[in-house]
């Protein structure tokens, strides 16, 4: 069984920087994609940033394009997730998740396992 553990969510203002953490355990971790995804309050959940499983192959939203940086640490588990210049429209939850393949993918449906989240609150 795959475990994903969230951290670094939190407060902050609009036009700060977080960096959220996943560590994971139960699978080989270097061999998925890994990606973020997040859900705001009525909203569907939705794609953020993915990264394939050697780190080079990697893919944003539209969204977060040049503000969010995707980056995995195969040796540590850890996949990370640095969000710069954030806006309120950026609060949300957010999910790591683990895909199923190692080819990158946006798609809800790829990812087998999913963490249970990690709050983000962006005050203007």
């Known amino acids: 069984q795959v475990q994903l553990v969230e951290s670094g969510g939190g407060p902050v203002q609009a036009g700060g920087s977080l960096r959220l953490s996943c560590v994971a355990s139960?699978?080989?971790?270097?061999?998925?994609?890994m990606g973020w995804f997040r859900q705001a309050p009525g909203k569907e959940r939705e794609f953020v940033a993915a990264v394939n499983w050697i780190g080079i192959g990697i893919y944003y939203s539209d969204s977060v394009k040049g503000r969010f940086t995707i980056a995995r640490d195969n040796a540590k588990n850890t996949l990370f997730l640095q969000m710069n210049n954030l806006k309120p429209e950026d609060s949300a939850v957010y999910y790591c998740a683990q895909s199923g393949a190692t080819s990158i993918t946006n798609r809800e449906n790829d990812y087998k396992y999913w963490g249970q989240g990690t709050q983000v609150t962006v005050s203007s």
């Open positions: 139960g699978r080989t971790f270097g061999t998925y994609t």
